[in-house]
């Protein structure tokens, strides 16, 4: 009889634990969803950069972080989660609670290439994220070694043509934006080089500074020292304008091959279903701090381009990569696994 009661109690003790649980759950949940819009943020935000400390991406993060930390009076922790082309933040990104304290540094690699090149994603693009704003774009720099005899875009496209399948182009890898920016010029120019990946920019601009392989489209930061040097020579920008850190080096779309445009770009995105008002407020302040004059002359100095949109503009701009990619993507017959 006794062993029947402690059983019952003990039944009782764990269905109560169990209750008191699910009670405390659904005050916590009553308490987030009735968090008052006039307070947000209310506690720290992390902010996903898929790429390791130290890059591009994760300068510009962390400049646009500490900006938001000071408005907000609230810390906004930098969470980078490198790997797989920028697969594994973009995941960590959109299974994160969309509750507007999970943002997510979003580029061309996660929001325009990888989703055209792989067939099994572990995210969607579209809609698995809400579009906060558009911050910069970072137009590549076209450069040739001094050996091969090109110095504009008009007589590199003359010599392709001329030689058909024998200038080599350098990549950071492929599905890099340095590989399908080529890839695109291909196709608008009717020229057909070929494409030699490496494993990361370094082995690459080594290869190119000794003329192993003659041409590369790359970020501009990189390649200047060695312009500035005479070890490579710059003869495009591939962004819709010049770039105030080198106004004498004219647009491929200058150059001749009209409406050619490409080059990385960086958003913030939050996971779908986040609340408006915290999307709102995040759009204020991200386009303020990115029109400042701190930051433009920051990011024009590195030859990037700021930019600052509405939500509905940064979202249209990620479909139009998406379709835009996915363009070039079956034209050139790439995909990857």
Same mark, same amino acid.
């Given at each position: 009889?006794?062993?029947?009661?402690?059983?019952?109690?003990?039944?009782?003790?764990?269905?109560?634990?169990?209750?008191?649980?699910?009670?405390?759950?659904?005050?916590?949940?009553?308490?987030?969803?009735?968090?008052?819009?006039?307070?947000?943020?209310?506690?720290?935000?992390?902010?996903?950069?898929?790429?390791?400390?130290?890059?591009?991406?994760?300068?510009?993060?962390?400049?646009?972080?500490?900006?938001?930390?000071?408005?907000?009076?609230?810390?906004?922790?930098?969470?980078?989660?490198?790997?797989?082309?920028?697969?594994?933040?973009?995941?960590?990104?959109?299974?994160?609670?969309?509750?507007?304290?999970?943002?997510?540094?979003?580029?061309?690699?996660?929001?325009?290439?990888?989703?055209?090149?792989?067939?099994?994603?572990?995210?969607?693009?579209?809609?698995?994220?809400?579009?906060?704003?558009?911050?910069?774009?970072?137009?590549?720099?076209?450069?040739?070694?001094?050996?091969?005899?090109?110095?504009?875009?008009?007589?590199?496209?003359?010599?392709?043509?001329?030689?058909?399948?024998?200038?080599?182009?350098?990549?950071?890898? !492929?599905?890099? /934006?340095? =590989?399908?920016?080529? *890839? %695109?010029?291909?196709?608008?120019?009717?020229? @057909?080089?070929? &494409?030699? +990946?490496?494993?990361?920019?370094?082995?690459?601009?080594?290869?190119?500074?000794?003329?192993?392989?003659?041409?590369?489209?790359?970020?501009?930061?990189?390649?200047?020292?060695?312009?500035?040097?005479?070890?490579?020579?710059?003869?495009?920008?591939?962004?819709?304008?010049?770039?105030?850190?080198?106004?004498?080096?004219?647009?491929?779309?200058?150059?001749?091959?009209?409406?050619?445009?490409?080059?990385?770009?960086?958003?913030?995105?939050?996971?779908?279903?986040?609340?408006?008002?915290?999307?709102?407020?995040?759009?204020?302040?991200?386009?303020?701090?990115?029109?400042?004059?701190?930051?433009?002359?920051?990011?024009?100095?590195?030859?990037?381009?700021?930019?600052?949109?509405?939500? !509905?503009?940064? /979202?249209? =701009?990620?479909?139009? *990569? %998406?379709?835009?990619?996915?363009?070039?993507? @079956?034209?050139? &017959?790439? +995909?990857?696994?």
């Amino acid at each position: 009889m006794r062993a029947i009661q402690t059983q019952k109690l003990l039944q009782s003790v764990v269905l109560g634990f169990y209750f008191s649980m699910l009670v405390l759950a659904s005050v916590g949940g009553s308490a987030h969803s009735a968090e008052d819009p006039a307070k947000y943020p209310a506690r720290a935000l992390r902010f996903i950069v898929p790429f390791p400390p130290g890059g591009g991406n994760d300068t510009i993060a962390r400049a646009i972080g500490q900006q938001l930390s000071i408005a907000f009076g609230q810390q906004v922790l930098i969470d980078n989660r490198p790997g797989a082309g920028s697969i594994i933040g973009a995941q960590a990104a959109a299974t994160a609670p969309a509750d507007g304290y999970s943002l997510f540094l979003a580029g061309v690699a996660s929001h325009g290439i990888i989703p055209n090149l792989r067939k099994k994603m572990p995210y969607d693009a579209l809609k698995d994220f809400e579009a906060v704003s558009l911050i910069a774009s970072a137009p590549l720099l076209v450069v040739v070694h001094p050996s091969l005899p090109v110095r504009s875009i008009k007589e590199l496209v003359a010599l392709a043509k001329a030689k058909p399948g024998t200038i080599n182009y350098a990549s950071n890898g !492929a599905g890099a /934006s340095s =590989h399908l920016a080529v *890839e %695109l010029f291909n196709m608008m120019a009717g020229t @057909k080089m070929v &494409h030699v +990946a490496y494993k990361g920019l370094a082995p690459a601009l080594t290869d190119v500074m000794t003329g192993e392989v003659p041409l590369m489209f790359s970020s501009a930061v990189a390649m200047l020292p060695q312009v500035k040097s005479g070890r490579l020579r710059a003869i495009a920008m591939t962004g819709a304008q010049r770039s105030a850190a080198i106004p004498d080096i004219p647009t491929v779309a200058e150059a001749g091959i009209k409406g050619y445009e490409t080059g990385s770009w960086y958003g913030v995105v939050v996971p779908a279903g986040t609340p408006k008002y915290a999307i709102d407020k995040l759009n204020s302040e991200i386009v303020r701090i990115t029109k400042s004059a701190d930051l433009t002359r920051r990011l024009e100095s590195e030859a990037v381009i700021p930019v600052g949109s509405t939500a !509905a503009a940064f /979202s249209a =701009h990620i479909k139009s *990569e %998406l379709t835009r990619w996915a363009q070039v993507i @079956k034209a050139a &017959h790439l +995909a990857l696994e």
